[in-house]
């Protein structure tokens, strides 16, 4: 398969699980996530149409960010992001992966101070809602009081939350992690913690994204369907 025919699968099973429940295709966007690929990859689907582009790690995404060829790219980081290195993060560049106090600060610190006289940076609030140890994300009993720290933080727009499922065959059990962040959403914007409060759901990946958008996401970052394996 080309990367023009996995593309426009990819879209098309987007396409099809949007509307077979009932959503608006204009409510649901694709974040191609090129991690591992090379750079030439990038220019490609962006010359296919693809405008959101999304990066696990900051190195290789400012090294992509810099080498495109391609205009009006936005890119996405959804890995992990170390307080040491939000230096790195270039403005415009939303960040998935917010998840805790000290990432709180120092992106607070950082982006108040950009010396291009702009600032700010938009995230989404990272839960980890499938409840395994090792995962990142804040614990969804954290949520609230996490929120009301950032919200103190103007110079942070929170527009959503993002979550990962269990890697798991058990449809079941993915589905209840994405409508628990769906649902922890919701309260959130009942709650009026941010002005910039938008909804947005960064939740399915390659192998679960019909069931995210069955529980309403809004962003679904896709890398292998589009790009093959890693
Ligand atoms: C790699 C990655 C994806 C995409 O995974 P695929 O299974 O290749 O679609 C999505 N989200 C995050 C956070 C990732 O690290």
Not at 66 to 73: F, Q, V
Not at 103 to 112: E, G, M, S, V
Not at 134 to 163: F, W
Request: proline share 2%; charged share 20%; aromatic share 6%.
């Amino acid at each position: 398969m080309s990367l023009n025919e996995n593309y426009q699968r990819v879209k098309e099973e987007i396409y099809a699980a949007t509307v077979a429940c009932g959503r608006s295709p204009a409510d649901v966007h694709l974040i191609a996530v090129s991690k591992t690929h090379p750079v030439a990859q990038v220019d490609a689907l962006a010359a296919l149409g693809q405008v959101d582009f999304g990066e696990n790690r900051i190195a290789e995404l400012v090294e992509k960010k810099n080498a495109t060829l391609a205009k009006n790219i936005r890119w996405h980081l959804i890995g992990q992001l170390q307080t040491n290195k939000v230096k790195l993060l270039p403005q415009g560049v939303i960040l998935h992966t917010l998840d805790r106090v000290s990432l709180a600060d120092k992106l607070a610190q950082h982006f108040a101070t950009n010396p291009n006289g702009e600032s700010g940076v938009d995230v989404l609030i990272q839960v980890n809602c499938s409840g395994e140890e090792n995962k990142s994300g804040v614990h969804p009993d954290a949520l609230d009081a996490l929120c009301e720290y950032v919200a103190q933080k103007s110079a942070i727009r929170v527009r959503g939350l993002m979550t990962m499922a269990e890697h798991t065959d058990e449809e079941k059990t993915i589905r209840k992690a994405f409508a628990h962040l769906r649902s922890l959403s919701e309260n959130i914007a009942a709650q009026k913690f941010f002005l910039t409060y938008e909804n947005i759901l960064s939740m399915g990946m390659s192998g679960d994204f019909k069931i995210a958008i069955q529980e309403g996401a809004t962003h679904v970052r896709i890398g292998s369907a589009i790009f093959g394996s890693r």
